[in-house]
């Protein structure tokens, strides 16, 4: 994501295309070291999280900047950023940008559906980035970068489904074109290397490639 990933994708066949299970990396059994606590609102980074949460995975491009976007969100209890969607356990950061992991970067999004609504976090999401671009996001080119949404349980799938259906009529109205993103039942969340949890709170000038369609999510 800071490189020119132009370049880096060139020759690459898995930076277009998810690799078939028997083509990933092994990965690992360990899993990755990570805080205790939330470098900005210093809430649990791991469950357990209390009982009244909620949770979502989103992927919508390099995840340092769509953390940030969900972490100043109110009534969000805890963010975190990780792989998930693909096959090898417990991948590396330098695994996943090879694209023969299959992951998303993604963000675990923890909230208190009391205080923000399910609806109001995938407005954040649509509006956030482009969801028409497949297997990248602007200028990162790759599988990892590709839009996605693992919702926790059936019902949260419907809702996602159906706000697909609504932003992508508001694109069409633009002429805009037709939406990629991956909505799915939630597979297991992978945690990232710690330096990249809440990276961007750690280092404010970080890149952040984030940028939507302008297309508002009704």
Known sequence: MVL????????NPFKSRLPEPGEALPGRAK???????????RHPLQPPFPAAMEQIVLG???FWGAERR????????????GYSG????????????????????????VYDP???????????????HNPTQGMRQGNDVG???????Y????????????????????????HLGEITTEIADGGIFYYAEDYHQQYLAKNPGGYCGLGGTGVVCG
């Open 4 to 11: 020119n990933t132009f370049t880096n994708a060139f020759g």
């Open 31 to 41: 899993a990755m070291a990570v805080a205790d606590r939330h470098f900005v609102n």
């Open 60 to 62: 919508m491009g390099c």
């Open 70 to 81: 969900f972490w100043q969100q109110p009534g969000v209890f805890t963010t975190a950023v």
């Open 86 to 109: 693909g096959f090898t356990p417990n991948p590396s950061y330098e695994e996943v940008c090879s694209g023969r992991t299959g992951h998303a970067e993604v963000v675990l999004v």
């Open 114 to 128: 009391n205080q923000v609504s399910f609806d109001n976090l995938l407005k954040v999401f649509w509006e956030s």
């Open 143 to 149: 599988t990892q970068y590709r839009s996605v949404i």
């Open 151 to 174: 919702c926790e349980n059936a019902d949260r799938r419907r809702i996602a489904d159906a706000s697909r259906v609504r932003y992508q009529k508001a694109l069409r109205d633009q």
